[in-house]
């Protein structure tokens, strides 16, 4: 069974705070992408991978770098937590095969609360 | 800009009432259009999709059909059941670009 595994269901952080999030994918897939999801708003893609050690900015970067040194690893750093980075983030991905057809298979999300 | 515009919710239901969730795009190239939905406590999943104009997905009892001159793709059922209650959300996906946009979501509670 496919998988992508978010390594913290539930966090809780100061303001000024690193974060790190993990996310980890077992099928071998090119593709990764970090959403964040609020209510109302939807999805908003923060950033995206598409091979080893490349990264490209989505609609949402500011705050946030991304980091993708193997290719079932990807994980979002927030340098300093602000209270405005609480949210629910989704880890995705993909295969190169299905990157025009939209099918990404999703982590169960972690949930950040900034303080 | 690539846009999903989604019907806002939430959405009550009795069980075995019909459901529609509204769901309209921006006409910008040909995308293919998707429903995922998010049960409680899980990440997204895909529902169904189409990837051009008159298509209809379906899963699990769910459809949708790719309205061009409507630019619409809107989730029906015709019997929902308490199992439903979830997320909805739409999403696009263009030729020239390589990622999804999603739409806002849509809280669906069915009642027993």
């Known amino acids: 069974d496919v998988k992508v595994t978010q390594s913290s269901r539930y966090l809780v952080k100061r303001t000024g705070e690193k974060v790190f999030l993990e996310c980890v994918q077992d099928?071998?897939?090119?593709?990764m992408f970090w959403y964040r999801q609020d209510p109302g708003l939807g999805l908003r893609l923060i950033y995206f991978s598409y091979d080893v050690k490349m990264k490209e900015k989505g609609d949402i970067p500011e705050g946030y770098s991304v980091s993708r040194e193997k290719k079932e690893r990807f994980s979002l750093i927030l340098e300093s937590a602000s209270t405005n980075q609480t949210s629910m983030y989704l880890c995705?991905?993909?295969?190169?095969?299905?990157?025009?057809?939209?099918?990404?298979?999703f982590g169960e999300g972690s949930r950040l609360t900034v303080l | 800009g690539n846009s999903v515009t989604q019907m806002e919710g939430p959405v009550t239901l009795s069980e075995e009432a019909f459901l529609t969730i509204n769901c309209t795009y921006t006409?910008?190239?040909?995308?293919?259009l998707f429903w995922y939905v998010q049960y409680p406590g899980e990440g997204l999943q895909l529902l169904l999709k189409a990837t051009k104009a008159d298509d209809k997905g379906s899963n699990k009892g769910f459809e949708a059909t790719y309205r061009k001159e409507t630019t619409s793709f809107h989730l029906e059922k015709g019997s929902v059941q308490v199992s439903d209650s979830a997320v909805y959300f739409c999403?696009?996906?263009?030729?020239?670009?390589?990622?999804?946009?999603f739409g806002s979501g849509t809280q669906l509670t069915v009642l027993p």
């Open positions: 999403a696009r996906i263009s030729g020239s670009a390589r990622q999804l946009t």
């Open positions: 995705a991905s993909s295969s190169r095969g299905t990157q025009r057809t939209g099918e990404l298979f």
């Open positions: 006409a910008t190239g040909y995308p293919s």
């Open positions: 099928m071998d897939h090119e593709n």
